[in-house]
């Protein structure tokens, strides 16, 4: 028998927060790595430790032990420390693509402070893999991942090639039963020598080479006697050689030849726990973390570098705004199985990164604003497609053809003259802080006379802020003369024009661009009407709206809508839920409610811009439901509200579905019938799309149930639904052979109270401590979903990205150079991800998610990198992008229209 030699990684895997708090596992983190640091000066038999991948560990212990940065930077610049790549290990389907990015160079730029990162893809308690994850890696200067979980049957190897769609690949080193198969080794040698024998006996067939040995696992400490165990072990026999090493040192020798090769993500639970509910769980988690990413991604940054002043790059401010993301982007953090201190740790981190992001966005959207030659509305378009669209903003003047503008409402003026004396003026002179006197509404100017009658003071009064009001002059003029006459009476005139709040359609708005505001004429106004008595379109008090592209119309008797005929849209679908954080559980004998018991419909808005039906259904829930008897008993109403939308020259639907959560233990789904059978679906993804068919693998431990997350959208059947950030969905209505399914379900909620379970339906084995969390129920919470809805062939990324970043508007006063109209940067041919200033040169990261080549046309001439930034080759204009391709293109020359 020849000798298998047994390489020993030491390691830790540390979870910032998950079942205890960031501050309870950080008091656990300072006692493991003050231990570590003594143990590897003082025992060189003791040569190497892994630190998790992740750099985040290492600045949470250094901000409490700080005086450790020296020590801890020299154990990791020659290497007996092993940091980085990662700041964190990130879940990869709940976060954004352009997350994932920031993360890795975040983690690698924290590393290079130590003496540089591990240059592994080191993934070893993902759930689950992207298929863009070796592109990524490559782009990097990687050709290694470590990977556990989402491995298929197929693959019966312990490494093997994975590919992303464009064919980058990496060397996948598979971690057969996880990465603590040496987790907690015996203190005694020849019990070392027996364990590992009889696992080396059980895995020999898959082994690709030597036996990696990871002793470590969660929140572990460093094992002291590892040196003198493994020289004893080697001592006593011959038929296992042990070697304490390193990560990279293994891979290093690891074997490449005759290795089979996967292609695409890696999703399957076959040999290890997916724990797919978590995409589901804590719906306002997910939320919150999609519209972080978008204000962060599609406005704060593009927005900066586009039309902010030039050298007010907000660096400083928007790194804070990503550390907060990219903190979150742990894998307990957004997949929220954590206990409730952890997720309000969570959703708070969010809300700072995300008001953060606004404030800079709105900053260089007034930038914008004071560089317009004239004044008035200015639409705006963070896509860098040329768009047209809606748009709701404040307008001054005298109205105009109503065919063109929807008025929402209107203020002929604010009250036009008020007669005071002079003592009262002075009161409210010294209440007057600034320019502001309503919401809408904003001092412009003022002027005073005087006559023999009084003061007259007139306020010229405008729907936008205006800089350069010398208010304090003013007040003191005023003041003067008000103490020079003291019983003088004061006319105060408010001149202010019209103002309507409206929504009108505008078109062929540049891409990542402007146009001044004009109103374009509707080729198909949208009406909306409540049919009657014997109207032949559909049943009586059926609301019904239709712009002559498309006719949905709104069933009295269940709520659900049709689009052209094609009905029972919109159809909710609630049954128990008796799972846990991480996976879906239907109770032995559930209740399934999927009819209101009462159905109120109204009009919304009427036209001709945008019309709408108001639905709210009554539906009597199951309160709870009892582990016990697994049945679910009580009885809630809840009243659910569904807006249904159509606008103008649009032939998709957008709806809002809303509610306060009545109860517990169960998950509520929207369903779609599909226009046409579907095999399978296709849904968004990190940097591409991915297909997937009916069934997912499994195994006894944890049924591998076909619910799928899609990131902005998911096609079946001939239908699109476009949702900002991930929803997790399931083809569902199986044909009687099983080949094809008729109805699409996305899931609105789901609502459990315990972190991990025991003895479930679908997962009978625990995947975490079976701690009760109250806020995993989530009720008493309101909860909110909106998506469009297309039939036949869509766009689906254009159609992702109007519900996710439609058109917007900021008010200019004139005086500028900028043009009434252009764009600040071409881009076309490929789908954005990032554009923002990098060492002061614009950088744009785009993708091509189409199977075909495209040539990506931009307004500039420079490099494009790979994600360290290092010169691949220059472009002049354009630059071609084979399919599946992902490029980062960094301008050396910025004809910016600032």
């Known amino acids: 028998m020849a000798t298998r030699n047994v390489a020993v990684v030491p390691h830790t895997h540390w979870d910032r927060e998950w079942y205890e708090s960031f501050e309870i596992f950080r008091l656990k983190l300072v006692d493991t790595l003050d231990a570590l640091v003594e143990l590897l000066e003082s025992d060189p038999s003791y040569g190497w430790f892994l630190m998790d991948g992740q750099m985040a560990a290492i600045d949470d212990y250094l901000e409490i032990r700080p005086e450790a940065a020296g020590r801890v930077r020299e154990l990791a610049a020659t290497g007996r420390l092993t940091v980085g ?7 990869e389907f709940l976060v954004s693509g352009e997350t994932m990015v920031r993360n890795l160079q975040l983690g690698m730029a924290r590393a290079a402070e130590f003496g540089g990162a591990m240059e592994i893809g080191y993934l070893p308690d993902m759930f689950g893999h992207i298929a863009q994850m070796p592109q990524l890696l490559a782009s990097a200067g990687f050709s290694h991942a470590v990977v556990w979980r989402g491995v298929p049957s197929a693959i019966e190897r312990s490494a093997f090639w994975w590919e992303a769609p464009d064919g980058s690949r990496v060397r996948a080193e598979y971690l057969l039963t996880g990465y603590g198969n040496a987790a907690t080794l015996p203190e005694d040698a020849g019990a070392l020598v027996q364990r590992t ?100 991604e599609r406005r704060a940054e593009p927005y900066s570098a586009l039309f902010g002043a030039p050298g007010t790059w907000p660096a400083r401010l928007l790194d804070l705004a990503w550390l907060g993301v990219i903190r979150n982007a742990a894998h307990d953090s957004i997949c929220a199985c954590s206990v409730d201190a952890v997720v309000d740790a969570v959703l708070e981190r969010f809300a700072e990164s995300r008001r953060v992001a606004e404030g800079l966005a709105d900053r260089a959207l007034a930038t914008l604003a004071e560089s317009m030659a004239s004044p008035g509305p200015v639409v705006v378009n963070p896509s860098p497609r040329t768009r047209s669209g809606i748009v709701e903003l404040l307008v001054s003047g005298a109205p105009i053809d109503g065919a063109c503008e929807q008025v929402l409402s209107s203020r002929a003026s604010l009250p036009g003259t008020l007669t005071l004396d002079a003592s009262s003026v002075a009161s409210v002179l010294g209440l007057l802080q600034g320019t502001r006197i309503t919401d809408d509404a904003w001092i412009h100017g003022v002027d005073v006379d005087e006559d023999d009658g009084g003061i007259d003071v007139t306020v010229q009064v405008g729907t936008e802020e205006r800089a350069g009001i010398a208010l304090d002059a003013l007040k003191e003029n005023l003041a003067a003369r008000l103490g020079a006459r003291p019983d003088a009476v004061v006319r105060i005139h408010l001149d202010q024009p019209p103002i309507r709040q409206v929504v009108a359609r505008v078109s062929d708005v540049p891409g990542l ?170 849904s968004g ?84 401590p079976l701690t009760p969390v109250e806020g995993l129920q989530l009720v008493g919470e309101p909860i909110e979903t909106t998506y469009l809805l297309a039939l036949g062939p869509v766009n689906p990324w254009a159609l992702a990205e109007d519900a996710a970043v439609p058109l917007e508007s900021v008010s200019a006063l004139g005086g500028g150079s900028r043009p009434a109209r252009g764009s600040a940067l071409e881009l ?47 472009f002049d204009s354009e630059f071609a992008l084979g399919g599946h391709k992902i490029a980062t293109a960094r301008l050396s020359d910025r004809p910016l229209s600032r």
């Not at 890696?266 to 290890?272: C, K, N, T």
């Not at 639904?721 to 379900?745: F, I, Y």
């Open 85 to 91: 790549p990662w700041y964190v290990l990130m879940d």
């Open 197 to 296: 024998a009889a696992y080396e006996r059980q895995w020999s067939s898959f082994l690709a080479g030597d036996l990696l040995y990871m002793n470590g696992s969660d929140h572990l400490p460093a094992q002291p006697h590892l040196g003198r165990l493994v020289a004893e072990a080697n001592a006593m026999q011959e038929d296992l050689s042990f070697s304490i090493t390193s990560l990279p040192r293994y891979l290093e020798g690891a074997p490449t030849e005759g290795l089979p090769t996967w292609r695409g993500e890696l999703r399957s639970g076959y040999r290890a726990n997916m724990l797919m509910g978590v995409t589901s769980n804590r719906v306002d988690v997910k939320r919150a973390g999609a519209v972080t990413e978008v204000a962060l």
């Open 513 to 682: 661009g402007w146009a001044s505001y004009s109103p374009a004429p509707l080729a198909h106004p949208v009406r909306a009407r409540i049919l009657g008595v014997g109207e032949a379109d559909g049943p009586p008090g059926a609301a019904v709206l239709s712009n002559g592209l498309v006719e949905v119309v709104v069933d009295p008797s269940d709520g659900t809508f049709a689009i052209d005929g094609h009905g029972g849209l919109g159809r909710l679908v609630d049954g128990g839920d008796l799972g846990d954080s991480y996976n879906y559980s239907p109770p032995r004998e559930d209740s399934i409610v999927d009819k209101p018991e009462a159905v109120r419909i109204s009009l919304g808005e009427e036209g001709p811009v945008r019309a709408g039906a108001v639905v709210l259904a009554d539906y009597r829930w199951p309160e709870s439901a009892d582990a016990h008897t697994s049945t679910r008993h009580g009885e809630v109403l809840v009243t659910v509200r569904t807006e249904i939308e159509l606008q103008a020259d649009e032939e998709s639907v957008r709806v809002t579905t809303s509610f306060t959560n009545p109860s517990r233990d169960h998950r509520l789904r929207v369903h779609f019938p599909l226009p046409s059978p579907a095999s399978g679906s296709t």
């Open 685 to 768: 993804s990190a940097f591409g799309a991915v297909t997937r068919g009916l069934v997912a693998e499994g195994r006894p431990d944890e049924l591998g149930l076909p619910t799928f997350p899609a990131r902005d959208f998911v096609t079946a059947g001939g239908m699109t639904v476009a949702h900002p950030g991930v929803h997790e969905h399931e083809l569902v209505d199986l044909e009687p052979a099983g080949e094809s399914a008729r109805t699409l379900a996305m899931t609105l909620l789901r609502s459990t109270g315990m972190l991990s379970r025991v003895g479930m339906t679908y997962r009978p084995v625990p995947a975490g």
């Open 828 to 874: 076309t041919g490929a789908q954005l991800s990032s554009l923002r200033l990098s060492d002061g040169l614009i950088e744009v990261r785009v993708f091509n998610p189409d199977d075909e080549p495209t040539t990506v046309r931009i307004g500039g001439s420079g490099w494009l990198v790979d994600l360290r930034g290092r010169p691949i080759e220059p």
